[in-house]
T-cell receptor, first 110, second 118 residues
Framework: GQNIDQPTEMTATEGAIVQINCTYQ??????LFWYQQHAGEAPTFLSY????GLEEKGRFSSFLSRSKGYSYLLLKELQMKDSASYLC???????????FGKGTRLHILP | DTGVSQDPRHKITKRGQNVTFRCDPI?????LYWYRQTLGQGPEFLTY????????KSRLLSDRFSAERPKGSFSTLEIQRTEQGDSAMYLC????????????????FGAGSRLTVL
């Protein structure tokens, strides 16, 4: 079976840094994605990790530890437009099925 | 390329009716996915295709749900005898998914088809 856990909601202040954690238990693993979804819109791709370590892309970074079944998304210099849901998703080892967590709703306060 | 297109964007139907959604993926993408999303939840996997072959269908799906991708291009998702619990956003996504591709195969989502069952 597959299980992906992330906090339901988080709140942070504009200009600050926030870390959104994701833990997963899957029968196979072939990569982890982070997507951003604004209310009423489709998810959009943020990052992809398949090897352990940190991937940095501008204000956003994503970390993976395969041995711990753990990832986090780090958002720096928060802006109001970063208010959205952040979805952690894992790709199965066999085939290319991609399973999403329930998402973390991030609220940014001025 | 205009991205992933879904039609209709909104559908209101009465319980017991059949509905069909269409998805046109990015033209060079081989893989096509269907997800269902309800308010406050992440996308729930329904099924996916490699070209015209349906590779997997979620065990959570009842037999009322069927999907096709007859020519390996557009796909349809049909729900028969709709129930109020089927009310959700139905998302389609596509990815390159070329054989032997070890890359990310990032999903690109369409805007979704919102279903309301009265």
């Amino acid at each position: 079976g597959q299980n992906i856990d992330q906090p339901t909601e988080m709140t942070a202040t504009e200009g600050a840094i926030v870390q959104i954690n994701c833990t997963y238990q899957t029968s196979g693993f072939n990569g982890l994605f982070w997507y951003q979804q604004h209310a009423g819109e489709a998810p959009t791709f943020l990052s992809y990790n398949v090897l352990d370590g940190l991937e940095e892309k501008g204000r956003f970074s994503s970390f993976l530890s395969r041995s711990k079944g753990y990832s986090y998304l780090l958002l720096k210099e928060l802006q109001m437009k970063d208010s959205a849901s952040y979805l952690c998703a894992v790709r199965d080892l066999q085939g290319d099925k991609i399973i999403f967590g329930k998402g973390t709703r991030l609220h940014i306060l001025p | 390329d205009t991205g992933v297109s879904q039609d209709p964007r909104h559908k209101i139907t009465k319980r017991g009716q059949n509905v069909t959604f269409r998805c046109d993926p990015i033209s060079e993408h081989n893989r096509l996915y269907w997800y269902r999303q309800t308010l406050g939840q992440g996308p729930e996997f329904l099924t996916y295709f490699q070209n015209e072959a349906q590779l997997e269908k979620s065990r959570l799906l009842s037999d009322r749900f069927s999907a096709e991708r007859p020519k390996g291009s557009f796909s349809t998702l049909e729900i028969q005898r709709t129930e109020q619990g089927d009310s959700a956003m139905y998302l389609c996504a596509s990815s390159p998914g070329r054989a032997g591709d070890s890359g990310a195969n990032v999903l690109t989502f369409g805007a979704g088809s919102r279903l309301t069952v009265l």
